[in-house]
Structures are given as C-alpha cells and as structure tokens.
C-alpha cells in the first residue's frame, strides 16, 4: 500500500526511513545492507530509533549499544 511519508505509521520502517540510515552508513567502513539491519533489529520501531538519537545523552547506554552491534556485525 503506498503512503505518503508524512502519513502513515511513524513507527514503521518505509523506504524514507531506511534510506535516512542507509545514508548515515559510511559504505568506507560498513556493509550498509547490514547496517540497516541490524539497525531495524535493533530499533523494531522506527520513531525509538530517531528519539533514541535525537537524545543521545539521555541514551548513551543505548547508542553505545547500538554502535556496538554495527562494528561487530557490519564492519568489512
């Protein structure tokens, strides 16, 4: 079903949202196709994944968490 991105459901992973991780990969150091895996993986829901960022400070145990998972899983 198609939908706007303004629309829709914010805690879902459409095309926009996986292409806003995919551009945050550095293709340089990580499998980007992993990178965005493990970041829905880690985020089943979109919205905690940029209120997670947006607020790093308040969520640094998460992050690190989360980076973590990147450099072991998605590094080449």
């Keep these: 079903s ?3 991105a ?3 459901n914010p805690n879902e992973w459409n095309d926009e949202r996986k292409q ?3 551009d945050k990969c ?3 150091l990580f499998d980007c196709d ?3 895996e ?3 993986e880690n985020f089943p ?3 905690d994944y940029n209120t997670t960022l947006e607020n790093e400070s308040e969520n640094q ?3 690190d968490d989360y980076w973590d998972k990147l450099y072991d899983n998605c590094m080449k």
């Design 6 to 8: 303004s629309c829709g």
């Design 61 to 63: 145990k998460k992050v």
């Design 45 to 47: 829901n979109a919205q």
């Design 38 to 40: 493990t970041t829905m």
């Design 34 to 36: 992993c990178f965005l």
């Design 20 to 22: 806003i991780v995919k």
């Design 26 to 28: 550095d293709s340089d």
């Design 2 to 4: 198609f939908s706007l």
